[in-house]
C-alpha cells in the first residue's frame, strides 16, 4: 500500500551524568575561558572518498572560534588530550534504555568518527557507537520498528556566527547522548508527534537524562510519492512536529508538479550564462541594488528558459526561487537572489525588467534570476541557484534542512553519505557480558504505562490525566507533589491546565522547570498562600521572581481565622438586603467578592465554609 508520507525519526537525549569522555560537570555557563581558534577540512574516509555532506561545508572556508570555560571544559574538548575510557554510567544508560524496547545488544560497543566540519566539534568529527539494534514500540495497536540505539557526544554550542567567523563554546560538547533511530513506520503528521512523546517517555522513564529545551532534538527524515529521503535536523518542540513533517510534505509534493512540468515543457537544463547588468540598473530604487552600486559592487544575472512561473506561482504554491535563495546564501554568503517571478517589485520596475532582458539577450517572459553583491559573490550566488535550478529537472534532492521557528526549514547541505564514517583509534572497545545484561534487566525501571497505571490507583486522578502527565513529561514533579505534600489534585491541574492558560496570556513558561515547580507546590503547602494564587504566583515567577518574592509581591500570606471571618462578615453585610432575599443561594454569587477580598489568602473551601456559617447566622437573627 502506497502512503502519502513516509517518516522516520531519530531522536537524541542528554544523559545527567559527567562528559563521555572526561571527567568535566555536564551544565552550561556563561563563564569565560580559554579563547582558542581553528579552521577543518575534510578528511577522506578508508576507501579514499570524500562525504559530500563534508565537501560542501569545506567549500564555505569558515573560521572557527572557541570558548572553554573552565570545569565544564578540558583538554579533551579542545583536542589537545586523547579521549579517556567512554563513561561507564553513561553505557548503563543506554543499556537499560535498549532493554525497555526489547533490541538486541551488541556484544562489543566500538565508537567510531563521524566527519562534522560546520565546527561544532573541534576535531572535526563526532564521536558515535552503536549499542543495540532492532526492538519496537508499541502504539495503539501498532508497532514502530527501532532500527538502532547509539550513544554519542553531543557537540558545541554555537553562540554566534558574524561574516566567515562563527563561536561556539565547549560547555556542551562532549554530553553524553542517546541516539534512537525508528523504522520508516509513520504516515501521519500525528503519528510522528506520537512516537516522538513515547520515545521521549521511555528515556525519562531511565531517570538519568536532562530536562529543558535543548536537551532532547530530533530529526525528521521524511519522503512522499515521487521524492526523495529530506532529513529536519534538530526540532526541539515536540509540539512543532507535526507542523514541520507537513510542511515537508507540501514542499517535496510541489517540487514534485515542478518536475512534472518541467518535463511537460520540454525544455534543456539551465545554464549559468553570467552577465553584467549594471548598466540597465543605474537609479534602480530598489534599496539592494542601489547600496551594492554605491559601494561599487556587482549586480549579475543570469537568463533562466523554461522555469516562468516555477520560481513563484501566483497561488504560492511552487516556490522553486526560495530553494535557489537558500542555496546562493549557503553558498555564497549573499543576502539572497532575486528571479522574474517577483517582477516587478521590490524597487524594480517594468521598464527595467526589460532593460535586464534586453542587456542578457532574452524575450519576453523568459525567466532569469539576478543578485547584487561584491562580484565574486555574486557570481558564486547565481551559479549555486543555477545548479538548484538543474536539480529540479530529477525532482526532490536529498539533503539535510535546518527548522525555523514557523514550521518551514531551509536548505544546509547534502545529506551525508557512508564515506563520513571511519573507526575510532583512540577509544578501547567495550564488551558487553551477559552479567552486566542480567543487572540491567533486574534493575529496570517501570515503563510508563506502568506509572500511568500507578498514578491512577495511588492517588486518584482520571487515566486521561495520568497519561497527559507521563506524555508531557510531568511524572517526576507530579508525582513528588503527590507524595510529599499530599497535591495530587492540585499538582495535576496546574501541570495540565494552568502551565498552558498562563502561557497563553503571555507568560514564559519554560522558567518553570521542576525546581521551581517544587519550590511553589513546597511553599503551598507550607501555608505560604492558597490555592486560588498558585496561577498569579506561577505567573510572577515567569518573570523571574522566586516564590517568597511572588508572594510578597502579590501581598499574599496566610491570615487566622479571625481576620478571615470578619472580611467576610463585612461582605456579607454590605449586602444584607440580597442574603435575607436569596438565603443561602447567597452562597455562591458572594464567594466572588470574599475571594477577591482575601486575595489567595485562605482556601476556597474553608472561605466557602465561613461564607455559610456568617449567612446562616444573618438570617437566623
Given at each position: 500500500?502506497?502512503?502519502?508520507?513516509t517518516?522516520?525519526?531519530?531522536?537524541?537525549?542528554?544523559?545527567d551524568?559527567?562528559?563521555?569522555?572526561?571527567s568535566?560537570?555536564?551544565?552550561?555557563?556563561?563563564?569565560?575561558g580559554?579563547?582558542?581558534?581553528?579552521?577543518?577540512?575534510?578528511?577522506?574516509s578508508?576507501?579514499?572518498?570524500?562525504?559530500?555532506?563534508?565537501?560542501?561545508?569545506?567549500?564555505r572556508?569558515?573560521?572557527?572560534?572557541?570558548?572553554?570555560?573552565?570545569?565544564?571544559?578540558c583538554?579533551?574538548?579542545?583536542?589537545?588530550?586523547?579521549p579517556?575510557?567512554?563513561?561507564a554510567?553513561a553505557?548503563?544508560?543506554?543499556?537499560?534504555f535498549?532493554?525497555?524496547?526489547?533490541?538486541?545488544?551488541?556484544?562489543?560497543?566500538?565508537?567510531?568518527?563521524?566527519?562534522?566540519?560546520?565546527?561544532?566539534?573541534?576535531?572535526?568529527f563526532?564521536?558515535?557507537?552503536?549499542?543495540?539494534?532492532?526492538?519496537?514500540?508499541e502504539?495503539?495497536?501498532?508497532?514502530?520498528?527501532?532500527?538502532?540505539?547509539?550513544?554519542?557526544e553531543?557537540?558545541?554550542?554555537?553562540?554566534?556566527a558574524k561574516?566567515?567567523e562563527?563561536?561556539?563554546?565547549?560547555?556542551?560538547?562532549?554530553?553524553?547522548?542517546?541516539?534512537?533511530?525508528?523504522?520508516?513506520?509513520m504516515?501521519t503528521?500525528?503519528?510522528?508527534?506520537?512516537?516522538?512523546?513515547?520515545?521521549?517517555?521511555?528515556l525519562?522513564?531511565?531517570?538519568?537524562?536532562?530536562?529543558?529545551?535543548?536537551?532532547?532534538?530530533?530529526?525528521?527524515?521524511i519522503?512522499?510519492?515521487?521524492g526523495a529521503?529530506?532529513?529536519?535536523?534538530g526540532?526541539q518542540?515536540?509540539?512543532?512536529?507535526?507542523e514541520?513533517v507537513?510542511?515537508?510534505?507540501?514542499?517535496?509534493?510541489s517540487?514534485?508538479?515542478?518536475?512534472?512540468?518541467?518535463?511537460?515543457?520540454?525544455?534543456?537544463?539551465p545554464r549559468?550564462?553570467?552577465?553584467?547588468?549594471?548598466?540597465?540598473?543605474?537609479?534602480?530604487?530598489?534599496?539592494?541594488?542601489?547600496?551594492?552600486?554605491s559601494?561599487?559592487e556587482?549586480?549579475?544575472g543570469?537568463?533562466l528558459p523554461?522555469?516562468?512561473?516555477?520560481?513563484?506561482?501566483?497561488?504560492?504554491?511552487?516556490?522553486?526561487?526560495?530553494?535557489?535563495?537558500?542555496?546562493?546564501?549557503?553558498?555564497?554568503g549573499v543576502q539572497?537572489?532575486?528571479?522574474?517571478?517577483?517582477?516587478?517589485?521590490?524597487g524594480?520596475?517594468?521598464?527595467e525588467?526589460?532593460?535586464?532582458?534586453?542587456?542578457?539577450?532574452?524575450?519576453?517572459?523568459?525567466?532569469?534570476?539576478?543578485?547584487?553583491?561584491?562580484?565574486?559573490?555574486?557570481k558564486?550566488?547565481?551559479?549555486?541557484?543555477?545548479?538548484?535550478?538543474?536539480?529540479?529537472?530529477?525532482?526532490?534532492?536529498?539533503?539535510?534542512?535546518d527548522p525555523?521557528?514557523?514550521?518551514?526549514?531551509?536548505?544546509?547541505r547534502?545529506l551525508?553519505?557512508?564515506?563520513?564514517?571511519?573507526?575510532e583509534?583512540?577509544?578501547?572497545?567495550?564488551?558487553?557480558?551477559?552479567?552486566?545484561?542480567?543487572?540491567?534487566r533486574?534493575?529496570?525501571?517501570?515503563?510508563p504505562?506502568?506509572?500511568?497505571?500507578?498514578?491512577?490507583?495511588?492517588?486518584?486522578?482520571?487515566?486521561?490525566?495520568?497519561?497527559?502527565?507521563?506524555?508531557?513529561?510531568?511524572?517526576d514533579i507530579?508525582?513528588?507533589?503527590a507524595?510529599?505534600?499530599?497535591?495530587?489534585?492540585?499538582?495535576a491541574?496546574?501541570?495540565?491546565?494552568t502551565?498552558?492558560e498562563?502561557?497563553?496570556?503571555?507568560?514564559?513558561?519554560?522558567?518553570?522547570?521542576?525546581?521551581?515547580?517544587?519550590?511553589?507546590?513546597?511553599?503551598?503547602?507550607d501555608g505560604?498562600f492558597?490555592?486560588?494564587?498558585?496561577?498569579?504566583v506561577l505567573?510572577?515567577?515567569?518573570?523571574?521572581?522566586?516564590?517568597?518574592?511572588?508572594v510578597?509581591?502579590?501581598?499574599?500570606?496566610?491570615?487566622?481565622?479571625?481576620?478571615?471571618?470578619a472580611?467576610?462578615?463585612?461582605?456579607?453585610?454590605?449586602r444584607?438586603?440580597f442574603?435575607?432575599?436569596?438565603?443561602?443561594?447567597a452562597?455562591?454569587?458572594?464567594?466572588?467578592?470574599?475571594?477577591?477580598?482575601?486575595?489567595?489568602?485562605?482556601?476556597?473551601?474553608?472561605?466557602?465554609e465561613?461564607?455559610?456559617?456568617?449567612?446562616?447566622?444573618?438570617?437566623?437573627?
Open positions: 500500500m502506497a502512503h502519502e508520507l517518516c522516520g525519526i531519530e531522536i537524541h537525549q542528554q544523559l551524568t559527567k562528559k563521555l569522555f572526561c568535566c560537570a555536564t551544565e552550561l555557563t556563561e563563564d569565560q580559554r579563547e582558542l581558534h581553528r579552521r577543518l577540512r575534510p578528511t577522506q578508508e576507501l579514499g572518498e570524500v562525504d559530500r555532506a563534508a565537501l560542501a561545508q569545506a567549500e572556508r569558515m573560521r572557527f572560534r572557541y570558548i572553554a570555560p573552565p570545569r565544564v571544559s583538554l579533551v574538548d579542545q583536542d589537545e588530550e586523547p579517556h575510557d567512554a563513561d554510567e553505557m548503563d544508560i543506554t543499556l537499560t535498549a532493554a525497555l524496547l526489547g533490541s538486541k545488544v551488541v556484544d562489543e560497543v566500538h565508537f567510531m568518527r563521524k566527519i562534522v566540519i560546520d565546527g561544532s566539534n573541534t576535531t572535526g563526532q564521536r558515535t557507537a552503536l549499542v543495540a539494534t532492532g526492538g519496537y514500540l502504539l495503539e495497536g501498532r508497532r514502530v520498528g527501532i532500527q538502532s540505539i547509539c550513544l554519542e553531543d557537540a558545541a554550542r554555537k553562540v554566534e561574516g566567515q562563527v563561536t561556539y563554546r565547549l560547555d556542551r560538547l562532549g554530553i553524553p547522548l542517546i541516539e534512537v533511530a525508528t523504522g520508516p513506520d504516515h503528521p500525528e503519528e510522528v508527534k506520537e512516537v516522538a512523546a513515547r520515545l521521549g517517555s521511555l525519562r522513564a531511565t531517570k538519568r537524562v536532562k530536562r529543558g529545551l535543548g536537551t532532547i532534538r530530533e530529526d525528521l527524515n519522503s512522499v510519492p515521487g529521503r529530506v532529513e529536519i535536523k526540532v518542540e515536540l509540539r512543532m512536529l507535526p514541520y507537513q510542511r515537508e510534505v507540501d514542499r517535496q509534493r517540487l514534485v508538479e515542478v518536475r512534472r512540468t518541467l518535463l511537460e515543457r520540454g525544455v534543456a537544463p549559468a550564462e553570467i552577465a553584467d547588468l549594471a548598466p540597465a540598473l543605474t537609479g534602480c530604487r530598489s534599496k539592494v541594488i542601489a547600496a551594492a552600486l559601494k561599487g556587482a549586480v549579475l543570469t537568463p523554461g522555469l516562468e512561473g516555477l520560481m513563484r506561482s501566483p497561488d504560492g504554491r511552487l516556490r522553486l526561487g526560495a530553494e535557489m535563495a537558500q542555496r546562493a546564501r549557503m553558498r555564497a539572497g537572489i532575486f528571479h522574474s517571478d517577483e517582477l516587478p517589485g521590490y524594480i520596475t517594468a521598464g525588467v526589460a532593460a535586464i532582458r534586453k542587456r542578457m539577450g532574452v524575450g519576453e517572459g523568459t525567466a532569469f534570476a539576478l543578485c547584487a553583491d561584491e562580484p565574486r559573490r555574486a558564486a550566488a547565481l551559479e549555486a541557484a543555477v545548479e538548484r535550478a538543474i536539480m529540479a529537472f530529477e525532482g526532490v534532492p536529498e539533503e539535510t534542512r525555523l521557528p514557523d514550521g518551514s526549514s531551509s536548505y544546509s547534502p551525508p553519505g557512508a564515506s563520513r564514517m571511519y573507526p583509534t583512540d577509544v578501547r572497545p567495550i564488551s558487553i557480558t551477559a552479567t552486566r545484561m542480567a543487572t540491567i533486574s534493575r529496570l525501571p517501570m515503563a504505562e506502568q506509572v500511568e497505571r500507578l498514578f491512577v490507583s495511588k492517588y486518584g486522578i482520571h487515566e486521561q490525566q495520568a497519561r497527559q502527565l507521563v506524555r508531557e513529561g510531568h511524572e507530579f508525582e513528588e507533589a507524595s510529599k505534600y499530599g497535591l495530587a489534585a492540585v499538582a491541574r496546574t501541570l495540565l491546565s502551565l498552558p498562563i502561557a497563553k496570556e503571555g507568560a514564559d513558561v519554560s522558567k518553570l522547570d521542576d525546581k521551581a515547580m517544587r519550590s511553589a507546590f513546597g511553599a503551598l503547602h505560604a492558597a490555592k486560588e494564587a498558585l496561577p498569579a505567573k510572577s515567577m515567569c518573570q523571574g521572581s522566586s516564590v517568597e518574592q511572588a510578597k509581591e502579590l501581598g499574599l500570606g496566610r491570615i487566622d481565622s479571625s481576620e478571615a471571618e472580611v467576610v462578615a463585612e461582605v456579607v453585610a454590605e444584607q438586603a442574603v435575607r432575599e436569596k438565603g443561602m443561594a452562597v455562591g454569587p458572594l464567594m466572588g467578592p470574599v475571594m477577591e477580598r482575601l486575595r489567595g489568602k485562605v482556601d476556597g473551601k474553608v472561605a466557602s465561613l461564607l455559610k456559617k456568617e449567612i446562616a447566622r444573618l438570617i437566623s437573627g
